[in-house]
Every structure is written in C-alpha cells, then in structure tokens.
C-alpha cells in the first residue's frame, strides 16, 4: 500500500486520519486556538480549589451540622498559633508581639477569633487557637500564606512563632511533580527512539494536553469540589498516558514507514489500530476513575472528574493532534538522532523480546507459577494496611506545620494536634449536671489527656467539648478511642436527653475510612465487572477479558502491599522521609486502585491487540504471542518506564501521601510491565492455546464490536 491512490479509508477512524494529513495545517491551528482560547477564557471562570472531607451521613458530620446550626460564627476548625521564647512564653515583650499577629490574624478571611492562649507547665511554649468561620479546608490559601508571614517577621530576638493547621499546609509549598515527570520521559523517549523529532513529538502532546487540563480543571472547580491536590495527580496521569498513547501511535508509524508505507498510508493505519487500542485503553481508565462514584465521598469526584478529563483530552490530542504532526513530519520523524539510541531491528530479525517469549513459552508452567508468587508475596504485606490520615508530625522538616506538631507536642502532649470534638443537643430544661458526669467520665478515660469545659451558645440549647487525646491524631489508639467514646461512653447519656456526636478532623478521618472501607469491595467488583465486558467486546474472548482483570487485581495487590512496606517507616519508608509507623489516608487505595487498573488495562490492550492481530494473520496461537510481544515489547517496556518516572517524581511533592501514592504506582507499573506482561501473559497464553479465541456463537451475535485491529479473513473466534 504505497500508492496514495489505492488508500482505502474505510470507518470512522480512516476517515479521521486521512482528514487529519489532508487538513493537517488545520487541525493544528484549531489545537492552537482550542489552548489559547482556553488561557484566555478559563481564569475568569475558575474556582476556588476545595473538598469537602466529611463524610455524608456520618456521626462527625452530624457533629458539624449542630456546630454550624447552633454557633453561629464557627465551625470548630482551628488553626494553631505555638510560640517558644527564651525569656518565657509569658514574657510581656513576647506576649505584645503575639497579640499584635493574632490581631492581625482576625481580619484574615476564614478566621473567626483567636482563644486566650494556654501555657505549658513550664512556661516555655504557648499555644493560641485562632477559630475558623467555615471549615478548615475551605479557608483560602491567601490566608494561610499571609500567616505564614506574619509568623515570619514576629519571629525573631529569641522567639519562635509557629502554626498548624490544614490551611497552613496546603499554603507550604512544595515541588513540581509535573515537571520531574517531563524532564525524566524526555530522558526516556531519547534513549528508546534517539530521534530529537521522535521525542518532541509525545513530549508536545502531554504538553498540550498538561494545558488544557490544568485550565480546564480550574473550571470544574467553579462546578463542583475539587481538592487542591487533584491538579497533581490528574497531571501525573494525564502526561503518563498522554506519552504513552503517542508512543504506541509514534511506534506504529515508524514501523509503516519502515514496511515501505507513504507517510499518508502510514498516518491511516497507524490511527485505524493503535488509534483503536488507544480509545479503548483510554476509555478503561476513564471506567476506572468514574467508577470512584460509588464511594459517595464528595470530594473524590472531583479527583475522578478531573483525571478522566486529562485522559480524554491524551485521547483526543492521541488520534487527532500527533497524526496531523506526524504528516508534517513525514519521514523526518527519525531525523536529528543520536548516536547508538533508538536502532530499530531489521525487518524479519528476532529481538531479544521474541527470543524471551519463545524462552517463556517453552516453560509456561513454571513460568506461570513463579510470576504469580513474586506478585503475591508483594501483596502480602497489605493485609496489614492501617487507615488513616498522617499528621503533621509527617511533614517534611524545616516546615512550620512540622515545627507546630514538635512544639504542640513537647508542651501539651501528641493529642493538642488533633483534638476531638463533641457537639451535644441539649433537651430545653438544660443539661447542666449531665454535661458535668459526661466531661467526669471523658477525663477519666486512659486514652483522654484533657477534657475542656463545656461551652454553651447563647441559647443553651448546645454545648462542646474539647477533648485532647494522650495520643497523636494518626496513632491507632486514636482511633481507638474515638470508637471507645461513640460505643461506650456516649450511649451512657442516651436516656438523658442528651444528643452528644463525637467529632472533629480526627473523628472525621475515622468515618470516612470506615465508609471507604465498606464500599472499597463495591468498587472492585464495579470497576472489574464493566472493564470485564468492554474487553470482552473489544477482543471477542471471555477468557482474555478474565485473564485481564485477574492480572490487573494481582498488580493493584502488589501496590497495595509495597505501599504497606513504605507506610510502615522501616529503611524503605525512611528512602522517602518517613520516620516512623503512618496511616494510609482512606482515599488512597482506592484513588490506586482506579489509576492502577486503568493503566494496567492500558498495557494488555496494547500487547493484546497486536498479538491479535497476529493471530488474526494465520490462526497460529503460539507463534502470535511471540509475535505480538516481540512487537510491542520495546513500546511498553518504554511506555511503563515512562510511567514508573513520572509516579516517581510525586516524591518531590511536600505531602507524604502524594509521596506513598507515587512510590506504590510506581512500582505497581513495573511489576506489571515486567511480571505480568513479559511473563503471565505469554505463559498463561501458551497454557491457554486455541480456548484464548474461543466466544460462543451466541455472546458474538449479542455484542456490541469494538475491535481493536482490522478486520481478517482468518479470523476463527467464532464456535
């Protein structure tokens, strides 16, 4: 098919490639107008970055729900305000410095009033509670940065101001976890093409889609809650598989043209397969990510909303942007190489990726058998997985947050940074008394260090407590205590007429791990069950669709696991800075899990489908997946690479559980790029044999077809 006359552009997709080299100019002009529309138009419709960490229906937010109804004013958030002076934190000059910062402090937006301070028991650290009117994470970064500031330049002459808080954290800044992934799949793409052309290519569409969906992502936060956080994962994973789609699509290319192809042949077939594995591989992540919805944890939609975003526009970018530069680029596209990087293999030489399948092929049972250990024994460590949120006693040192947490906890225990709060209903003839047995049983409790006293509103139809715990907010036997006070303690006061909800940040953290943890199974089975029945209709097989989800489990499971080693704070958590034994926030597996199976999805569309099409050649099993291996094997070995780099550069991030989820999906993509691509697959298809292709009569006529190749006169699936 070297004649441009004898082109055939038959389907959607053909006809969408041959438009995009005929009109090429265009379809980059209208990319560049889409972005630069979008920078000019999109500030002006952003949002505010928020999320809403409470968790519907449960006993910390009816807790919250009473604060906000009956004190007007507040909504039981703090930030801390800790100081340690030379000459005493009561110290006259000292104390005039403080005041004049909180004062300051009580005209920021989202800062209700600051508390009379309390002094540790030797004088030497004090502690000011600044109330915020709205909850914590909805305060505006404008306003923990000018606190930082503030503290900055009071802090000075032998007095140290530090603060505490989520607002301050999330105005700390840390790297850019975005641009390490760049730098590092430059480095990547060079080594595995060694074509400058070659590498800007991928490199210009994770850029224009980096764009676009930062901008865009701005928007969705004027619609719905989206965390501050969501912008770096859904960058991560938008320029992981915005370089991994144009890798599958540039390789394509370059082996048409090699074949003999015109560059306009090549541009149309190129789209009409790896452009069918690319939708397909994109839509299972975009199951992935929606399928997030069924936790009912509000701000995890606008992660999910946001990724899949990011994804569709690598799509889009995939089969519509880099066909139109490769047309202009042509048979330039292996030009300005670097010696000795990027050879391509003569055409009918064995690679070593054949000659590894013939290796595994030949042994498919121990090959099978000890690829399913290794990723066993690397899941195993995630039975012990502890819920949680890390505290600030996590941050990296040299912050203000870990400086408060050090303070806090040297003057008034580990618990003052993470205090309980309990909001009580009062029947209307008071509850005086009540409220005093209540406060008696709090104190003595083994797990309680304080208990303040009851603060009435104006009505005196509510009350809260403050309760310290003796241990810090990310210590089991928080947890424990907070289950302690709601099944035993609370139901003492039942008949009292008293209504007395146990919450605050803490005893949110325990609610929403509680519902993830009982909706995670759903998910799964969710999650697996769709992406089971779209391969099913994309490669006509119940088995390989099986096989797919299988793998894709054991892969999660083996992150899960390494983020288990991580979390524990042993030498391999301590590679990352963490010091000591640190919960997994609740969202993280299952924010995992849906990365994790859509990429690994993404993977076995791109060996599968080339291995069908193989297959669909001469009807010859075993010599189909060597084939297909041999052919997709430097792709996804430098797609995976790529991958692993930029999860990896997560760990520049500030916050630890950007830090674990990096290292867990890292890893997770190398074991399944390795174990379960370049052993499991060839293994347990070699086991399989002609029962990989076999689809009752009945299921094909009943399916909807998303082939992923194109269409052969030998193709014998049917039975």
């Known amino acids: 098919m070297t004649n441009t006359a004898a082109i055939r552009v038959s389907g959607r997709l053909a006809r969408l490639a041959d438009l995009s080299y005929r009109r090429r100019g265009r379809v980059v002009l209208a990319w560049i107008a889409l972005l630069a529309a979008t920078v000019a138009i999109a500030p002006r419709l952003a949002g505010e970055f928020s999320a809403e960490f409470a968790t519907a229906g449960s006993e910390s937010q009816t807790a919250a729900d009473l604060v906000a109804r009956r004190f007007a004013g507040t909504s039981g958030d703090t930030i801390q305000v800790v100081w340690q002076a030379d000459a005493g934190a009561r110290d006259p000059a000292v104390l005039g410095r403080v005041e004049r910062l909180l004062e300051q402090a009580e005209r920021l937006e989202g800062v209700a009033a600051a508390q009379p301070p309390r002094v540790s028991r030797d004088g030497t650290i004090a502690l000011a509670d600044l109330e915020l009117d709205r909850p914590a994470l909805d305060v505006p970064a404008e306003t923990g940065t000018r606190l930082i500031e503030l503290a900055e330049a009071a802090s000075s002459d032998g007095l140290a101001i530090e603060l505490g808080g989520p607002p301050i954290r999330n105005a700390q800044e840390g790297g850019s976890p975005e641009l390490v992934g760049l730098i590092a799949a430059a480095i990547i793409l060079l080594i595995a093409f060694g074509s400058v052309v070659a590498v800007g290519l991928p490199i210009a569409i994770a850029l224009f889609g980096l764009g676009l969906s930062v901008l865009l992502i701005g928007v969705l936060a004027a619609v719905i809650d989206v965390p501050g956080f969501a912008t770096a994962i859904a960058g991560v994973v938008g320029i992981g598989v915005g370089i991994d789609y144009a890798l599958l699509i540039l390789t394509r290319f370059r082996s048409s043209l090699a074949a003999g192809a015109d560059p306009r042949a090549a541009v149309v077939e190129t789209v009409t397969t790896a452009g069918r594995s690319v939708l397909v591989a994109g839509t299972t992540v975009v199951i992935s990510f929606l399928g997030l919805f069924l936790l009912g944890v509000s701000f995890i939609y606008g992660v999910a909303v946001s990724v899949s975003l990011a994804v569709l526009i690598a799509m889009a970018a995939s089969v519509t942007l880099l066909p139109a530069l490769l047309a202009f680029a042509g048979h330039r596209v292996n030009r300005l190489r670097f010696p000795g990087l990027g050879r391509v293999p003569a055409p009918g030489s064995e690679t070593l990726a054949g000659r590894w399948s013939h290796l595994i092929q030949r042994r498919a049972w121990p090959a099978a058998i000890l690829g399913t250990i290794v990723l066993v024994a690397f899941a195993a460590p995630a039975f012990g997985l502890r819920f949680g949120f890390p505290d600030e006693g996590n941050d990296q040192t040299g912050t203000t947050t870990r400086a408060a947490y050090e303070l806090v906890s040297a003057g008034f225990g580990p618990g003052a940074n993470g205090p309980l709060l309990l909001a009580a209903n009062l029947p209307a003839n008071g509850a005086d008394q009540e409220l005093s047995t209540l406060a008696e049983r709090l104190r003595s409790d083994p797990g309680v260090a304080f208990v303040s006293k009851p603060r009435l509103n104006e009505a005196r139809d509510a009350a809260l407590l403050t309760v310290v715990p003796t241990s810090s907010p990310q210590d089991a036997a928080t947890t424990e205590l907070v289950h302690r006070l709601r099944d035993d303690v609370v139901p003492q006061h039942e008949n ?224």
């Open 496 to 719: 009292s007429g008293v209504e007395i909800s146990v919450g605050g940040l803490t005893a949110s953290v325990v609610d929403q791990s509680d519902l993830i943890r009982a909706r995670l199974p759903l998910l799964i089975a969710a999650v697996v069950g769709v992406s089971f029945l779209f391969l099913l209709a994309a490669f006509r097989s119940p088995l390989i669709a099986l096989k797919a989800g299988v793998m894709n489990l054991l892969a999660v499971g083996a992150a899960y696991g390494i983020l288990a080693l991580a979390a524990e704070g042993g030498r391999f958590g301590q590679l990352l800075g963490i010091d000591a034994d640190t919960p997994v926030p609740p969202f993280m597996p299952v924010m995992m899990f849906a990365v994790l199976f859509g990429l690994s999805t993404d993977y076995e569309v791109f060996l599968l489908s080339r291995i069908r099409e193989e297959y669909l050649r001469h009807g010859q099993t075993s010599r189909a997946v060597a084939d297909g291996l041999a052919k997709t094997a430097r792709v996804i070995t430098a797609a995976a690479a790529i991958m692993v780099a930029v999860f990896l550069a997560l760990a520049v991030s500030d916050e630890i559980f950007l830090k674990l989820l990096g290292v867990g999906m890292a890893t997770a993509i190398f074991l399944d790029a390795t174990v379960v691509r370049m052993v499991l697959v060839p293994a347990l298809m070699q086991l399989f044999g002609r029962a990989n292709w076999w689809l009752p009569a009945w299921v094909d006529r009943f399916l909807p077809r998303l082939d992923v190749e194109p269409t052969s006169n030998h193709d014998t699936t049917r039975s």
